[in-house]
């Protein structure tokens, strides 16, 4: 059988047009701006109205990519999903199908936080390279605004909600040149949007668990502490994988959780500032979507450009990491 490749060929991003910058943050919780953009770099974030749901956002990022890699929504074979913040716990990706009028695709969710994006390139990388779909368009998106406790300043300067999206196509020239990915449990309590329950009895004696999410709580020092040690290591592996160094790398988009891991990364592997993609300071964290989001408004300003080689590694709940590394285009 002839070896099928993978291309990434187009990319799209949406936000909701509500943000709350630190000033107005420093009106609901004890903080103020110089306070948050010195630990994180996140100078505002864009929230969800109760009106506005994932898969509407989803749907517009998805729509703007599929326009920029020249395909309609009847060319979808496959409607890959990364969230943890789904419309509905069933599932948020078929609603998406729906909107966009994709008939033709399969669609489910992903769930791996803020690794999402990079798991389910991988993911979508092996339908395709089995000859199983030919185009696949691959949504980061969440809402984390709807989990978070706007009474806690340690997390909730942190998040944003957004969407992003890329198109994977099968290409005579495989440009997904290596990826690595991993998880530790035991490292799960780090980072939590966690279920809790009480007893409901039906009858005497057959009691079943009521339940609700609780807020997202997180470690942020031992979160840190991973990212700082593990982004590295996994990125390292990944251009292994690829027979490339660092050196080689055009662009390092990073999950945008926090300037100074961005910064600490690029550092340890001596990546230049000017190579590292960030708009954190404008976005805040949104998990699974941060990577396309990021990626997309690069592309769309003009620095990324077709051939460049692109390091991109995603990390948080799980907690789970992994890296991937393409070149941008066919």
Known sequence: MQNIGIAVTGSGSAVPSTFLDNHGLAEIVETSDEWITTRTGIRQRHLAKCSESLSA?????????????????????????????????FGSACQIQGILGANRAVAFDLTAACSGFVFGLVTAAQYIRTGVFRNVLLIGADMLSRWVDWEDRRSCVLFGDGAGAVVLQANQSDRLLGFELKSDGSQNSCLNLAYTCEDQELIPGVSVSRGKFQPITMNGKEVYRF???????IIDKALFHANLSP????????HQANQRILDAVAQRLNIPENKVISNVSRYGNTSAASIPLALDEAVREGKIQPGDMIAASGFGAGLTWGAAIFQWGR
């Open 57 to 89: 956002i989803a749907a517009t990022a998805a729509a703007r990519a599929l326009e920029s890699a020249g395909l309609t929504a009847n060319d979808v074979d496959l409607i890959l999903l990364a969230t943890s913040t789904p419309d509905d716990l």
């Open 227 to 233: 990212a700082v040690q593990k982004v590295p290591e």
């Open 247 to 254: 050196d080689n790398v055009d662009w390092l988009v990073l």
